[in-house]
């Protein structure tokens, strides 16, 4: 964790598994969107949500039901899933994961701070309420978001293309990504950015290791402050 990088410029968060742990509230809210709004009550059974877009979710059950895979379609799904999300969301638990806090507070806090932002696969809206009612959505400047493609490595060239025009002449290098499933990882070497792999969600480290991150840590505790350092 010590290694010393170039300068980082932009550090890109992933939420779910990364920075909080909402008790498979998305999940929760997904089923219930499915049936209420078309009537499969089923739909998300056998999914594997980890790392994956909510619009390539919400495909994946339109082409495997035969819904039509329209805009109007996923609008109709979108505006259920964030009124049943805002419900599930664990009144008891407001943590965000460990270390996530203190280490967004230092960063904050170095003579020249990279910019924050979010790379997932969250809606918008959904990622703003999961993050409000962690007290961290106010925490980050950027985002770039799951709602317009079901490819994440999409998501991450949109990130960096939305960012050049904050930083002229930034370099991939200059960009770290902090996740916790392979698909963050690949995202991040999809445009060549480096990236930070926790074992915070549902991936050891050694299943992430098998993905070849820059850096691989247990947590987001004690991480270096050396990853953003020249």
């Excluded at 909080?20 to 739909?43: H, S």
């Excluded at 008891?92 to 910019?115: S, Y």
């Excluded at 990882?185 to 074992?199: D, E, K, N, P, W």
Aim: glycine content about 8%.
């Amino acid at each position: 964790m010590g290694e010393s990088v170039s300068m980082i410029r932009l550090v890109l968060f992933d939420i779910d598994g990364t920075l909080i742990l909402t008790g498979g509230a998305g999940m929760k809210a997904f089923t219930e969107a499915f049936a209420e709004a078309f009537d499969l009550p089923n739909a998300t059974e056998s999914m594997e949500f980890a790392g994956r877009t909510d619009r390539g979710l919400a495909y994946e059950v339109f082409r495997a039901n035969q819904i039509e895979p329209t805009q109007a379609n996923f609008e109709r799904f979108t505006e259920v899933y964030t009124q049943q999300l805002a419900k599930h969301l664990p009144a008891d638990n407001t943590q965000p994961l460990p270390g996530v806090v203190e280490l967004l507070d230092a960063i904050e806090a170095r003579a020249t701070p990279p910019m924050l932002g979010l790379l997932t696969g969250n809606l918008p809206l959904g990622a703003e309420l999961k993050l409000t009612h962690y007290h961290l959505w106010h925490r980050f400047e950027f985002g770039a978001f799951g709602d317009t493609t079901e490819d994440r490595n999409e998501i991450a060239q949109s990130a960096f293309e939305n960012a050049q025009g904050q930083f002229p002449n930034l370099s991939p290098s200059e960009i770290l990504i902090i996740g916790d499933t392979p698909a963050d990882i690949h995202c991040a070497q999809s445009i060549g950015a480096r990236v930070l792999a926790v074992a915070t969600g549902s991936y050891t480290e050694a299943q992430l290791a098998e993905h070849h991150p820059t850096f691989l840590a247990p947590d987001l505790t004690n991480v270096s402050l050396n990853l953003f350092n020249a």
